[in-house]
């Protein structure tokens, strides 16, 4: 974690959920989707093969288990994963929960529709159910 410093666009874009053993773990301000992001606790890495082994391998559970943690609380018909950076070069990794219904239907989600911050209320139940799902699966600390 020496020198890792959260880029200002995941800062500003998110809210802070946790941290797992490599990754923190962040809700995208959007309640259009349930959108977790991972951002791993490493300094200037921008692309998935500058993590050595052992970071990759601890990434990938932590991907499953944000992808778990979305199916138990939401139900969706299909969770993407994926790991852009062309606005953010952190080494960031989305979690989006989809349904068949949703604003952008078959569609990637970024630019369909504006993002629809959560109240203040639904963002801390969003955030103390992902909570409470990651904390079942192993090692998870609470923000």
């Keep these: ?66 992808q778990l943690a979305l199916q138990a609380i939401y139900k969706p018909d299909k969770l993407n994963v994926g790991a852009l950076g062309n606005a953010v070069p952190q080494l960031h990794i989305h979690v989006i929960a989809r349904f068949k219904t949703d604003a952008a239907g078959l569609r990637p989600v970024w630019g369909v529709v504006p993002a629809a911050p959560y109240n203040a209320a639904a963002l801390k139940d969003a955030r103390d159910r992902i909570a409470a799902e990651l904390a079942r699966s192993g090692p998870f600390a609470a923000i």
């Excluded at 921008?46 to 052992?54: G, K, M, N, V, Y």
């Design 1 to 66: 974690m020496a020198g890792f410093i959260l880029d200002d666009r995941l800062a500003a874009d998110t809210a802070a959920i946790g941290r797992l053993a490599l990754s923190h773990c962040l809700l995208m301000n959007d309640c259009t989707y349930p959108w977790m992001i991972l951002v791993p606790e490493r300094a200037d890495v921008r692309e998935f093969h500058q993590l050595d082994r052992a970071d990759r391998a601890v990434l990938m559970e932590e991907i499953v288990r944000a």
